[in-house]
C-alpha cells in the first residue's frame, strides 16, 4: 500500500506540530522518521494512522483519500512507544482482540480466532508464552506480542512508534535485525519513528530527516550521511564540525586566512565537515590551531583544537593518526578533504 | 559488621517504639474499640429475643427499607456520575478542569447540614420553586426525594475521587491500542478501560454506599423525621435512643456498624489483593 501524505499541516492549541509537510512512501518500503524530540515525527505517524486529525491537507492510501477516514476503517497496523498492551488480558487474548471486536458478519469463528492468534504469536517466536500475561514477559516478548497483535487485523501499513525506545541495548540491536527480516519476509508498507540515527540508518530503506515540523531531507542512509542538505542534516546525522567562513574571490577564507579550499560562490557561509574527513598538513594553506584535548577512540585519536582568535574562539574535532603527536597544546594544521558550504 | 549492632538511621529505640505503639493501641481501644463493644453489648443487653424484636418493630423495618433504597438509587446514580466526570477528566483536555475537580470535591468540604439545608431552601414550601412544586403534586423536601437528593450530593465525590487518579495515570494509550485494532467506542470501554479499573470502581461504590447509609446530618435536614415514613436507619437510632428504647437504638445501631466492619473487611481484601491496581486512588 503506498501512502502519500499532501501538505499536511497540524496545530496543537494553535502551535504548529507539522508545517505543510508531503511525502510519498512507495508500497512495500520499510522508512524512517528521525529527529529530535519536537521534530513532529510522531505526530505525523499518528496523523498516517488516523489517531490525529490533520488541521490541514490530505493523506491517500494508494488512490484512496484517507483524510477523513476513521482510525478503524484505515486498518493500520500500530505499534506504540510503550506497547500499550492490555495487563488484563493473556498474550493469546492481546493478539485475538482484534479480531474478537469485529463486526458478527466479519468475525472468524472462535477455533479460526484461536489458531491464527496462535499463528501469529508463532511468526515473532513466542510460541509457548500464549497463556502469559503482558506484567510476566519481558521488554523485547511485549514488543513482540504488539506487534503480533497490530499484524492480527491484516493491515495494509504497520506504523510503529519509536519500538525500540524502551529496550535494553542489546536487546534493541537483536529486535531490529529481526524487524529487519519480518519485514522483508512479510513485504508490508512499514513506517517507524526513531530519535536513534543509527537505528534509523541501519534499518530503514529510506530516511526522512525532520526538524521542527518540517522535512528537511529523504533519503537512503548513503544520502543523507554523505550529502546532506542542510546544516540542520549535517550536524544531526553522525559527528560533524561547523565554522563560520568567508569566500572571497573564489577561495574560502577563515577568520581572514585562506583555508586552501575553493568554492564557487563568494559570501558568508559555514563550513561543514566530519572529523575523519580531514588530513593534516605540514605547510601550505589550512585552519592551525592549538590541541585543547584529545582522546583515543577505538582505533584512532580525537583531538580538539581551538581556532581563530583566542576572545571568539571556535572548537573542532578532527580525527588524527595514532602516531601524530597530539598532546595538549601542540600545534596542529589541517585541511578538510570532503566538506560543503552552507551559504 | 554484625546485623544486631548495626542500627537503622531511621529506626527509632526499642522503648520509644514500645511507647508510641502502645499510645496508638490504647487510643484505638477508648475511641473505636470501646464504642463498638458498647454498641453491641447495649443491643444484645436483653437478650437475643428483645434484639429480634427491637429489628422487626414496624418502624424500624420502614427505616431499614428506607435505607436500602435511597442506597440503591444513590450509589447507582454516584456510580454512573463518578464514571462520567472521571473519564472526561482524564481522557480530555478541555477548559475548566480544574474547575471541575475543585467542584466533584465541594461535598467533601462543605458541611452537610448546609448541604442539607441547601435543598430545603431550594425546593422547600416558602422557596423560589416550593409553589410550582406544590401546584405539580411534587414534594421534595420532607419526603424521599429530598433524602435521595441529598445522600447522591453528599457521596458525589467517593467514585470520582477512587477514579480521577487511576485513569490519568493510566492515560489514553490502552484505549487508542483498542480502536487502532478495529474495536468501537463501546468496545473499548467494556474491554479495555472496564477492566483496567474495575477494582478502584468497586472500592469506591463501596465507600459510596458505606457513607449512603450512614450519613445523617444533610438527611436529618431535609427529612423531616417523619416515623415510618422518611427515617432512615441513623434518624431512627436518634429518635429511638431519645424515647429512651436503649435496646431499640442500639440493634438498629448494630446493624450499621456491621455494615461498617463489613466495609472495612472488603476494603482491607481489595487493598491488599489489588492495591497495584488501586494505585495513586488511596487519599481518604
Given at each position: 500500500m503506498e501512502i502519500r501524505v499532501e501538505k499536511i499541516r497540524k496545530e496543537f492549541d494553535l502551535y504548529p506540530a507539522l508545517h505543510d509537510v508531503s511525502l510519498k512512501i512507495e508500497s512495500g518500503e520499510l522508512i524512517a522518521l528521525l529527529g529530535p524530540s519536537g521534530s513532529g515525527k510522531t505526530t505525523l505517524l499518528r496523523l498516517i494512522a488516523g489517531l490525529e486529525q490533520p488541521t490541514q491537507g490530505r493523506i491517500f492510501f494508494g488512490n484512496e483519500d484517507a483524510s477523513y477516514r476513521s482510525v478503524q476503517e484505515r486498518n493500520v497496523g500500530f505499534v506504540f512507544q510503550h506497547y500499550a498492551l492490555f495487563r488484563h488480558m493473556s498474550v493469546l487474548d492481546n493478539v485475538a482482540f482484534g479480531l474478537k471486536v469485529r463486526p458478527k458478519g466479519q468475525r472468524p469463528p472462535k477455533a479460526e480466532i484461536r489458531r491464527r492468534a496462535l499463528e501469529l504469536l508463532e511468526m515473532v517466536q513466542l510460541n509457548g508464552l500464549e497463556k502469559r500475561f503482558p506484567s510476566q514477559l519481558s521488554g523485547g516478548q511485549r514488543q513482540r506480542v504488539a506487534l503480533a497483535r497490530a499484524m492480527a487485523i491484516e493491515p495494509k501499513v504497520l506504523l510503529l512508534d519509536e519500538p525500540f525506545g524502551a529496550l535494553d541495548a542489546k536487546v534493541r540491536k537483536e529486535l531490529r535485525r529481526w524487524l529487519r527480516d519480518f519485514h522483508d519476509r512479510t513485504g508490508h508498507t512499514t513506517v517507524f519513528v526513531t530519535h536513534d540515527q543509527e537505528e534509523a540508518l541501519e534499518l530503514a530503506d529510506r530516511v526522512v530527516v525532520m526538524s521542527q515540523g518540517k522535512i528537511e531531507q529523504v533519503g537512503s542512509s548513503d544520502d543523507v550521511y554523505d550529502r546532506p542538505n542542510s546544516p540542520f542534516v549535517f550536524s544531526f546525522i553522525g559527528e560533524s564540525a561547523s565554522l563560520p567562513v568567508k569566500v572571497e574571490g573564489g577561495v574560502v577564507h577563515f577568520h581572514g586566512a585562506p583555508t586552501g579550499l575553493t568554492a564557487q560562490r563568494d559570501g558568508e557561509a559555514r563550513l561543514f565537515f566530519r572529523p575523519q574527513d580531514v588530513s593534516l598538513i605540514e605547510e601550505g594553506p589550512g585552519m592551525t590551531g592549538p590541541v585543547t584535548s584529545s582522546r583515543r577512540l577505538a582505533g584512532t585519536r580525537i583531538a580538539e583544537i581551538e581556532l581563530g582568535s583566542p576572545e571568539k574562539p571556535c572548537h573542532v574535532e578532527v580525527e588524527v593518526p595514532l602516531e601524530a603527536s597530539a598532546s595538549n597544546g601542540s600545534i596542529l594544521s589541517f585541511r578538510p578533504t570532503r566538506w560543503k558550504l552552507f551559504y | 559488621m554484625s546485623n544486631e549492632r548495626f542500627k537503622n538511621p531511621i529506626t527509632e529505640s526499642a522503648p520509644v517504639r514500645w511507647a508510641l505503639i502502645a499510645a496508638v493501641l490504647a487510643f484505638l481501644a477508648l475511641f473505636v474499640l470501646t464504642p463498638l463493644v458498647i454498641v453491641f453489648t447495649e443491643a444484645f443487653s436483653k437478650g437475643w429475643e428483645e434484639y429480634i424484636l427491637a429489628l422487626q418493630e414496624p418502624d424500624a423495618v420502614k427505616a431499614i427499607r428506607l435505607t436500602l433504597l435511597v442506597a440503591a438509587i444513590a450509589v447507582p446514580a454516584n456510580l454512573l456520575f463518578g464514571l462520567a466526570a472521571s473519564w472526561a477528566i482524564a481522557k480530555f483536555e478541555f477548559r475548566g478542569k480544574s474547575f471541575l475537580i475543585t467542584l466533584i470535591d465541594l461535598p467533601f468540604s462543605v458541611s452537610p447540614v448546609i448541604s442539607g439545608l441547601v435543598y430545603v431552601l431550594l425546593?422547600?414550601?416558602?422557596?423560589?420553586l416550593g409553589p410550582i412544586l406544590k401546584s405539580h403534586g411534587l414534594q421534595i423536601v420532607f419526603a424521599v426525594p429530598g433524602i435521595v437528593l441529598a445522600t447522591i450530593f453528599v457521596t458525589f465525590p467517593f467514585v470520582a475521587r477512587e477514579l480521577i487518579p487511576l485513569m490519568q495515570d493510566q492515560g489514553t494509550g490502552d484505549e487508542e491500542a483498542a480502536i487502532s485494532l478495529g474495536a468501537n467506542g463501546w468496545q473499548a470501554f467494556w474491554y479495555v478501560t472496564v477492566p483496567n479499573i474495575k477494582w478502584a470502581l468497586l472500592y469506591g461504590v463501596l465507600l459510596c454506599n458505606a457513607r449512603a447509609m450512614g450519613e445523617f446530618g444533610a438527611v436529618s435536614v431535609v427529612s423531616g423525621h417523619i416515623r415510618g415514613l422518611t427515617n432512615t436507619m441513623p434518624l431512627h437510632v436518634e429518635i429511638l435512643y431519645n424515647d429512651y428504647n436503649v435496646v431499640g437504638a442500639f440493634a438498629v445501631a448494630s446493624l450499621l456498624a456491621l455494615l461498617a466492619l463489613l466495609t472495612l473487611v472488603l476494603r482491607t481484601i481489595l487493598e491488599t489483593r489489588y492495591g497495584s491496581e488501586l494505585s495513586a486512588g488511596q487519599k481518604h
Open positions: - | 425546593f422547600g414550601a416558602n422557596s423560589v
